[in-house]
């Protein structure tokens, strides 16, 4: 056979062998189309959290979510919209992006990256909800919890949660600090006050800047003068001003600790001791 012939019959089988192949292709996809949907890959939705936090788990979620898969399951692959459930998985609070995915056998494979709070906010009036680093909203719920601070009172308007961060971040690297805090109050962005674990007064941490030095003071006046004076002493530890600590002495008896009573403090007029600390 001469080579010009042999060349033209091989590229003809060739394009006779693609053809089919695409053929076939075509009819397994549409026989596959055909097909119930094999619904949620391995009964989970899988949860991509490196770090462990345990805002959002695959058991919670996939309990929330489990009604909208199980319908899928009476449902042919080719009425099933992909992005349409990608998008209703992504719409929730506490994801942050989702992807959804068929799989060679016809299941649904979900994948979500949660949001993750930095905070939890009591407002004065409605329901707590959590703040994620942007500032967005996530609805608080008993099957979604995660171990934050916790901010009383109404974030100040025009302001964002973000001027909180140096402070959120700090206790969140400072175990001994954040089991010492165990309330903020952000009601003032120049006037933020902490509740510490042990009764007897509060801490006038100013802004959120230099939050290290604040605490580096707060810490030599806890080992210094709290032991000699009562942890009962002063009513307020007054931190905003550069190398000294504000104590104000405490004028009647212990009162309640909660968040009207940390504003009273805060405006009640009262002696005051100023400590400075300032370095040699």
Sequence with gaps: MRPVVKNILMIALTCVFTVYLIAVCVWSSSRADEQLCGGLSGGKIIVDDPDGIGFVTSDSLTAELMPLFSELTRTSMKDVNLGALQAAVASLDRIERAEVVRLANNKIRVTVEPMVPVARVWPDEGQSYYINRAGKRI???????????QLYGEIPRGSSPA????????????????????????????????????????????????????????????ATVMPEKGWDYYDT??????????????????????????EELENAEADEETVSTKQE
């Design 237 to 262: 530890i007054t931190l905003k001003w550069r190398n000294q600590i504000v104590a104000t002495r405490r004028r009647g008896k212990l009162p309640k600790l909660d968040i009207e009573i940390i």
């Design 163 to 222: 001027m909180l961060m140096p402070l959120l971040d700090y206790l969140k690297s400072d175990s001994d600090m954040n089991k010492m805090i165990t309330m903020i109050s952000a009601a003032d962005s120049t006037n933020i006050i902490l509740v510490p674990a042990i009764r007897g007064h509060v801490v006038n941490l100013g802004d959120a800047s230099d939050v290290s030095d604040k605490f580096k003071r707060l810490r030599r006046f806890y």
């Design 139 to 149: 609805a608080a719920s008993r099957r979604y919890k995660v171990d934050v601070p």
